[in-house]
């Protein structure tokens, strides 16, 4: 994958199966976003073959099918009016539009936003702008707005940045509960730190320049050898009632 004259992302060669939720780690400029841009179908890849949700990139109208995958980050969190209300926000989910005015949506369509916000604790948040709350309410809301089309696929571009020590681990719950339901499509979590990676999840993704560090199952992938690979430092791992710890080596 080529961006400009820099190559993001230098042969990956990845598949997600239902029922698998992967976890992509790695320092800045490692090729995350890039990776993520395809998944959500945004960008198209460079070189070799795409396919998302049964779909060949470059061989079919991406926008009829961006619907079947539930996207919340950062970048998307921006892009949102703030006077916007919660309820709008979900509801708009259904046509992947940032404003409710481009879309006619029926009594039917505004329950299911509000079951939505509700199966994430925020139902009662449902008339106020999204720019009026917290940073921990705001990702739940973006979280219930990933869930408004039934996905195949969610993709979650670094849920947990900006957020507090108390936003960060009611973040953590709400995706373990996600996760545990049966029901949940494949979810692919971006972020930085291992902290951050909530029970549940199966597999992981270390990238570094672009580059694979390490694939597979998260036990065989979140081993201290590979983290320190991947960040460039001596680091210690590990592992406590399903949570991951990994802290620089003192020096000596």
């Known amino acids: 994958m080529r961006l400009g004259d820099t190559m993001a992302i230098v042969d990956l060669d990845l598949t997600i199966r239902a029922g698998e939720h992967w976890v992509v780690l790695g320092p800045n400029g490692s090729g995350k976003s890039t990776l993520l841009s395809v998944l959500s179908m945004y960008q198209h890849p460079t070189r070799g073959t795409a396919t998302i949700l049964g779909r060949t990139m470059g061989r079919t109208d991406v926008r009829e099918h961006r619907h079947r995958i539930g996207l919340a980050g950062s970048d998307l969190e921006q892009r949102f009016r703030e006077s916007l209300s919660s309820l709008d926000l979900v509801v708009t989910a259904l046509h992947g539009a940032l404003e409710p005015w481009w879309h006619e949506y029926g009594e039917a369509d505004t329950e299911r936003a509000r079951r939505c916000l509700d199966r994430m604790g925020v139902g009662h948040l449902a008339a106020r702008g999204f720019g009026t709350l917290s940073s921990g309410e705001r990702k739940k809301v973006q979280l219930a707005r990933t869930l408004m089309t039934e996905p195949e696929l969610i993709l979650l571009d670094e849920p947990g940045a900006g957020l507090d020590l108390a936003g960060r681990e009611g973040l953590i719950a709400d995706l373990t509960g996600l996760t545990s339901d049966p029901d949940t499509p494949p979810v692919v979590l971006v972020t930085h730190h291992v902290e951050e990676i909530p029970p549940g999840f199966t597999h992981g993704l270390l990238l570094s320049g672009g580059r694979v560090v390490a694939i597979g199952s998260l036990t ?33």
């Open 220 to 252: 065989d992938v979140l081993t201290a050898p590979n983290l320190s690979r991947c960040f460039g430092i001596d680091l210690d791992v590990d592992r406590h009632r399903g949570r991951w710890v990994a802290r620089a080596r003192p020096r000596r």
